[in-house]
Nanobody, 125 residues
């Protein structure tokens, strides 16, 4: 059973940066794709970024490409999301996810099997 714990959220101003972390415990961290999703109040959970099992391939949602960077440290069992030039529309709860089946990047909810509890990111204008 994989457990995921996110941290690093907070309240920032537009243009600021944040780095989210997600520590994984359980089956080998380096075996499957991982990703970040976000959910704004009253909205559905949406894809943000994903990374392949070995970290060599990444994929981003169009609105964050060039501003956000996903990475992973397999030695530390940790997934990261570096978020630069944050905008008010980035405000959401951010969730870390791990697939138990897919090894390349994955951008849909049903490709992921394990989820963290979420961390709030609020960007003021």
């Amino acid at each position: 059973q994989v457990q995921l714990v996110e941290s690093g959220g907070g309240l920032v101003q537009a243009g600021d940066s944040l780095r989210l972390s997600c520590v994984a415990s359980g089956p080998p961290f380096s075996s499957y794709a991982m990703g970040w999703f976000r959910q704004a109040p009253g909205k559905e959970r949406l894809f943000v970024a994903s990374i392949s099992y070995e970290g060599g391939t990444t994929n981003y949602e169009d609105s964050v490409r060039g501003r956000f960077t996903i990475s992973k440290d397999n030695a530390k069992n940790t997934l990261y999301l570096q978020m630069n030039n944050l905008k008010p529309e980035d405000t959401a709860v951010y969730y870390c996810a791990s697939s138990g089946r897919v090894v390349t990047t994955a951008s849909t909810l049903n490709e992921y099997d394990y989820w963290g509890q979420g961390t709030q990111v609020t960007v003021s204008s």
